[in-house]
């Protein structure tokens, strides 16, 4: 077997780092433009190099998305675009569109050509097809069950790659192809700048009644009849590897550094588990608790297992499950002093249990029982924002290490 990888969202450099440094073996970020997520904070194309430098020289890949669906007035920008990448060491670029497929292999035949899952990959002809033209990976449609995936798998060349969300949310519409959003609000979901209407509440009108809204609810909230679950996979780890999938993939470029944090890490401890022991293998439920501790919506297994039922959408709610508070980034420590310099990201007092989580290791919990300013002066709390504090730690801790508290 093969160890898949494990690809992590980036939607700034902070979180590109911060993937990395949790365990992800290569990271997808966006430009400024074509990158199909206008709400992540993206890339200048000094960051890009700065990212791609941090990856490297840790062993680790960067793919650049530009996914989106053009018009005939973004062709002319993107040959600019791919003007001002091409040399910029991508380990590869996630393209859609036919058009800008063919455009990046003619200014940029050295760069691999990742198909993304907006070209509804959900057969196996169509890889071949993409394949035949240079592609080297196809991102699978997320409507694909590990029984398809595993026929799919055996009808592909070998040496085209698969890759497939694992975790995140899930889009309501046909491989995330909606225009749902472009309808109600002039904001194209196809060019990155979906405005979610598939979380709104929604009513009931009778067309010779107009003005007359009836509910329709599951209880007195209403119901949001669109609104899908998250997509949570680390209990399977097994079959997403015996499926023949080379890349797993977590969604959330808009997500914060904390979520990156938390569910890589996860993810990385149970897919580094299985390899160390797949015939004695079983799965540590403490990773899953762990994805319970970031900001997200009830878990489905999506389509992996089958079509999913009316038990993977969530009728009560659009809000996000939000149990834990990131409170701190460690910015330094003092193993002499025992001591971590931190800088507040939320409301913190002396006397708080609070846990710390960091890179490659399990998270512990502890008591603030020491907390002073900057200038080593105690305090009872941290109320301003990015305040810097020092607080004693009860185990070693590095740069990068968060501390996060049950609300």
Same mark, same amino acid.
């Given at each position: 077997?093969?160890?898949?990888?494990?690809?992590?969202?980036?939607?700034?450099?902070?979180?590109?780092?911060?993937?990395?440094?949790?365990?992800?073996?290569?990271?997808?970020?966006?430009?400024?433009?074509?990158?199909?997520?206008?709400?992540?904070?993206?890339?200048?194309?000094?960051?890009?190099?700065?990212?791609?430098?941090?990856?490297?020289?840790?062993?680790?890949?960067?793919?650049?998305?530009?996914?989106?669906?053009?018009?005939?007035?973004?062709?002319?920008?993107?040959?600019?675009?791919?003007?001002?990448?091409?040399?910029?060491?991508?380990?590869?670029?996630?393209?859609?569109?036919?058009?800008?497929?063919?455009?990046?292999?003619?200014?940029?035949?050295?760069?691999?050509?990742?198909?993304?899952?907006?070209?509804?990959?959900?057969?196996?002809?169509?890889?071949?097809?993409?394949?035949?033209?240079?592609?080297?990976?196809?991102?699978?449609?997320?409507?694909?069950?590990?029984?398809?995936?595993?026929?799919?798998?055996?009808?592909?060349?070998?040496?085209?790659?698969?890759?497939?969300?694992?975790?995140?949310?899930?889009?309501? =519409? +046909?491989?995330?192809?909606?225009? &749902?959003?472009?309808?109600?609000?002039?904001? %194209?979901?196809? #060019? !990155?700048?979906?405005?979610?209407?598939?979380?709104?509440?929604?009513?009931?009108?009778?067309?010779?009644?107009?003005?007359?809204?009836?509910?329709?609810?599951?209880?007195?909230?209403?119901?949001?009849?669109?609104?899908?679950?998250?997509?949570?996979?680390?209990?399977?780890?097994?079959?997403?590897?015996?499926?023949?999938?080379?890349?797993?993939?977590?969604?959330?470029?808009?997500?914060?550094?904390?979520?990156?944090?938390?569910?890589?890490?996860?993810?990385?401890?149970?897919?580094?588990?299985?390899?160390?022991?797949?015939?004695?293998?079983?799965?540590?439920?403490?990773?899953?608790?762990?994805?319970?501790?970031?900001?997200?919506?009830?878990?489905?297994?999506?389509?992996?297992?089958?079509?999913?039922?009316?038990?993977?959408?969530?009728?009560?709610?659009? =809000? +996000?499950?939000?149990?834990?508070? &990131?409170?701190?980034?460690?910015?330094?420590? %003092?193993?002499? #002093? !025992?001591?971590?310099?931190?800088?507040?990201?939320?409301?913190?007092?002396?006397?708080?249990?609070?846990?710390?989580?960091?890179?490659?290791?399990?998270?512990?919990?502890?008591?603030?029982?020491?907390?002073?300013?900057?200038?080593?002066?105690?305090?009872?709390?941290?109320?301003?924002?990015?305040?810097?504090?020092?607080?004693?730690?009860?185990?070693?801790?590095?740069?990068?290490?968060?501390?996060?508290?049950?609300?």
């Amino acid at each position: 077997m093969k160890k898949p990888e494990l690809l992590a969202p980036g939607g700034s450099l902070e979180k590109l780092k911060t993937a990395i440094d949790y365990g992800a073996d290569a990271v997808y970020i966006g430009g400024e433009t074509f990158s199909l997520r206008v709400a992540a904070e993206n890339f200048s194309k000094e960051d890009m190099l700065e990212g791609i430098k941090y990856a490297h020289d840790r062993g680790k890949k960067v793919y650049l998305t530009a996914n989106i669906i053009p018009h005939n007035s973004d062709i002319d920008e993107f040959d600019g675009f791919v003007d001002e990448i091409k040399d910029m060491n991508f380990d590869a670029v996630l393209i859609a569109d036919l058009g800008l497929f063919d455009i990046m292999r003619e200014k940029a035949p050295h760069i691999p050509i990742h198909v993304s899952t907006q070209a509804n990959n959900t057969n196996y002809r169509s890889a071949i097809a993409w394949h035949k033209m240079g592609a080297t990976r196809v991102v699978l449609g997320r409507e694909m069950s590990f029984k398809e995936i595993t026929e799919f798998q055996k009808k592909i060349p070998e040496d085209l790659e698969l890759e497939a969300f694992v975790h995140g949310a899930m889009c309501i =519409s +046909y491989s995330g192809r909606c225009l &749902l959003s472009n309808y109600m609000t002039g904001r %194209d979901s196809n #060019m !990155g700048a979906c405005a979610h209407p598939c979380r709104w509440n929604y009513k009931l009108v009778e067309e010779t009644r107009p003005g007359e809204y009836m509910d329709v609810f599951e209880n007195e909230r209403g119901t949001f009849i669109f609104n899908s679950k998250d997509l949570c996979t680390i209990r399977h780890i097994p079959e997403l590897v015996g499926s023949g999938i080379a890349s797993l993939k977590i969604e959330g470029r808009v997500k914060t550094s904390y979520y990156v944090a938390t569910v890589v890490g996860a993810y990385r401890r149970e897919i580094d588990r299985y390899f160390a022991d797949p015939e004695n293998y079983t799965f540590n439920e403490a990773e899953y608790e762990e994805l319970c501790k970031v900001s997200h919506r009830p878990y489905t297994t999506g389509f992996y297992f089958g079509k999913p039922d009316e038990n993977a959408q969530v009728y009560t709610s659009s =809000s +996000y499950i939000r149990d834990y508070d &990131l409170i701190g980034i460690v910015m330094s420590y %003092d193993a002499e #002093m !025992g001591e971590a310099v931190v800088s507040q990201r939320n409301r913190f007092f002396k006397g708080d249990e609070v846990e710390i989580i960091q890179p490659m290791k399990p998270f512990f919990t502890q008591t603030v029982d020491s907390l002073a300013d900057e200038k080593g002066q105690e305090i009872d709390v941290a109320n301003h924002a990015e305040q810097i504090v020092r607080i004693k730690t009860v185990e070693p801790v590095c740069e990068g290490a968060m501390l996060r508290k049950r609300r």
